[in-house]
């Protein structure tokens, strides 16, 4: 099966790396394109994989082409390129819908929310194909993603949410972890930033491989770890208190910022 990528920046250079190292893909069945060559060679330096002069070139030796631009980059590239029709073109990019690739492909597309955690083997792809995917397209791409992570196919109404739960979370949780550990060293300004965030990162590996092999509910953590009138206790009611509103607003602002990003792609196919 040859595998195209085209845009060699964070995910398309994850992907490169996650179905190699998965062994999902053998470097020579991938063709790869980016903007600026450098990156392809920098990739060509650790697998042996082809790298194609043009976009157009990856799409002709390829049977699914993975597309790793920005959303606003994505319609107008693709409309450049005459791709065959048995060609699955499958779109990562936030934003940009099924009928809108339907709207510049007249074969087979997917939409696919990656996640960098991917390149561990870990996390979840989320996925939504088209109707015109055979049964064998959509079967391979679920084996693909499920080679990298989990591969959670969802309904498109329902992709903007769960991509904060998955593909944007690994940054949100960065974040999150961050702030805890700043607070702590404002807490208590002897303990070193550096041990407060190894600190956080095992205690997170911890709580997760936990959760996971005892098939833990939330609940059930928190009643292990939370004494009866003890220190957890009131750390929660604080957190009970404070992060339901700080989580509603950041679903209200990165849906609105999702409504921008889709009002934009329209309003740029409209004028092409
Ligand atoms: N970064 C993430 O965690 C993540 C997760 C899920 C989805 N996505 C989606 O992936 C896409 C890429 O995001 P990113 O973070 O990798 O961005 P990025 O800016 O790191 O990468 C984009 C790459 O595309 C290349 N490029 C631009 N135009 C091109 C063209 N015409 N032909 C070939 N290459 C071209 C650029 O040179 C760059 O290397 C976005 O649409 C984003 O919504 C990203």
Redo the contacts with the bound molecule.
């Keep these: 099966m040859n595998i195209g990528i085209?845009?060699?920046?964070?995910?398309?250079?994850?992907l490169v790396k996650a179905f190699c190292k998965s062994g999902a893909v053998a470097p020579e069945e991938l063709v790869v394109?980016?903007?600026?060559r450098e990156?392809a060679d920098n990739l060509r330096a650790a697998y042996d994989l082809k790298i194609a002069d043009t976009?157009q070139a990856v799409c002709n030796q390829v049977d699914i082409v993975f597309v790793?631009?920005?959303?606003l980059?994505?319609l107008p590239?693709l409309r450049t390129l005459s791709i065959p029709a048995k060609t699955h073109v499958v779109?990562?990019?936030?934003?940009?819908s099924i009928a809108d690739l339907e709207s510049v492909h007249t074969g087979s597309v997917s939409k696919?929310?990656?996640?960098?955690t991917s390149s561990e083997l870990r996390g979840v792809s989320l996925f939504a194909c088209s109707e015109r995917l055979s049964s064998e397209q959509r079967e391979q791409l679920k084996w693909l993603l499920s080679r990298i992570g989990v591969a959670q196919e969802i309904a498109e109404e329902e992709i903007e949410t769960a991509?904060i739960l998955t593909?944007?979370a690994?940054?949100l949780i960065a974040g999150i972890l961050e702030s805890y550990a700043q607070a702590a060293v404002r807490k208590t300004p002897a303990l070193s930033i550096e041990i407060a965030r190894e600190m956080l990162v095992e205690t997170m590996l911890g709580t997760a491989t936990l959760l996971q092999n005892e098939k833990l509910g939330f609940d059930q953590l928190i009643e292990r770890v939370a004494t009866k009138g003890g220190i957890t206790e009131e750390g929660l009611r604080v957190l009970g208190k404070t992060l339901p509103k700080g989580f509603d607003e950041l679903f209200d602002m990165t849906a609105s910022k999702h409504d921008m990003l889709k009002q934009m792609i329209h309003k740029q196919n409209s004028t092409l």
Excluded at 68 to 71: A, D, G, R, S, V
Aim: aromatic share 2%.
């Design positions: 085209i845009g060699l920046g964070s995910i398309g250079q994850m394109f980016n903007r600026t990156k976009a790793c631009t920005k959303p980059e994505i590239l779109s990562v990019a936030a934003g940009v696919v929310i990656p996640t960098v991509t593909s944007s690994p940054g």
